[in-house]
């Protein structure tokens, strides 16, 4: 998450400074740079960041979750086998 909002305020802070080079060949702040319209993508690009942090909150939540089943479901196949076992010793000492 702190990466992600990183790499946007890097990115919101470069854009928000004037880049040389202009339109055909005339002179000013170019497609890149000035003040005009760099609010909104800013904060669709905060807002983004937002979501994509909440989506791998979720899915970190999730995998934790199904790590935490399959433990169970293992801690089940070993308590399973060691009856299995228990069961066959105990064949075998009726049988002997």
Known sequence: MELISDITSRRTSSRSTPHP??????GGPGLL???????????RS?????????????????T???????????QGVVEGAKL??????ALTEIDS
């Open 46 to 62: 905060g807002e983004a960041t937002k979501q994509i942090g909440a989506i791998v909150k979720t899915i970190q939540a999730d």
């Open 84 to 89: 299995s076992d228990a069961a066959g010793q």
């Open 33 to 43: 740079g000035g003040r005009g319209g760099s609010a909104a993508p800013r904060e």
């Open 64 to 74: 934790q979750d199904a790590v935490a089943a399959m433990e169970k479901s293992t």
């Open 21 to 26: 080079g202009g339109v055909g060949g005339r």
